[in-house]
């Protein structure tokens, strides 16, 4: 049966995130250059990124433009428009679109408010109440929420 919606083109799967992140710190490169920041953390055949950055590509979220026999690949979406689409989903999903609620969630303070349905939250997994957390957790930036 076909599919009756279509995503959105910014919500990536992994695979596309990875091949953008390498090509956002690249600031453009080949496939070549894209497979060697990935092979540290993913060892990727090379078909396999051709056939990512072609779907990117048909995506309009990378552009690319022949040079010799490689295709040179650009980003034409900054990280920043990514991440703010994925906030966006995930505050709508999970926290009621109030970036408030997620910045309490990540604080520690998750039972500052009510659920969307005005009953009180649920207890954390391991039982009884969650404390406020002292420090930021370590790599989240909290200005951008």
């Given at each position: 049966?076909?599919?009756?919606?279509?995503?959105?083109?910014?919500?990536?799967?992994?695979?596309?995130?990875?091949?953008?992140?390498?090509?956002?710190?690249?600031?453009?490169?080949?496939?070549?250059?894209?497979?060697?920041?990935?092979?540290?953390?993913?060892?990727?055949?090379?078909?396999?990124?051709?056939?990512?950055?072609?779907?990117?590509?048909?995506?309009?979220?990378?552009?690319?433009?022949?040079?010799?026999?490689?295709?040179?690949?650009?980003?034409?979406?900054?990280?920043?428009?990514?991440?703010?689409?994925?906030?966006?989903?995930?505050?709508?999903?999970?926290?009621?679109?109030?970036?408030?609620?997620?910045?309490?969630?990540?604080?520690?303070?998750?039972?500052?408010?009510?659920?969307?349905?005005?009953?009180a939250p649920a207890p954390?997994?391991?039982?009884?109440?969650?404390?406020?957390?002292?420090?930021?957790?370590?790599?989240?930036?909290?200005?951008?929420?």
């Open positions: 049966m076909p599919r009756k919606t279509r995503n959105h083109p910014l919500d990536l799967p992994p695979l596309e995130l990875d091949c953008m992140r390498a090509l956002w710190g690249l600031g453009e490169g080949t496939v070549h250059e894209v497979r060697a920041r990935l092979l540290p953390e993913r060892a990727l055949a090379y078909t396999t990124v051709t056939t990512v950055m072609d779907y990117l590509s048909k995506k309009e979220l990378v552009t690319r433009q022949k040079r010799g026999r490689a295709f040179v690949y650009r980003p034409r979406v900054s990280e920043e428009a990514a991440r703010e689409h994925a906030l966006g989903r995930l505050t709508r999903n999970f926290f009621d679109s109030s970036r408030e609620r997620l910045r309490a969630y990540l604080l520690g303070d998750a039972g500052a408010f009510p659920a969307a349905d005005g009953r954390s997994p391991g039982g009884g109440e969650t404390a406020p957390r002292e420090d930021k957790p370590p790599g989240i930036d909290t200005s951008l929420l």
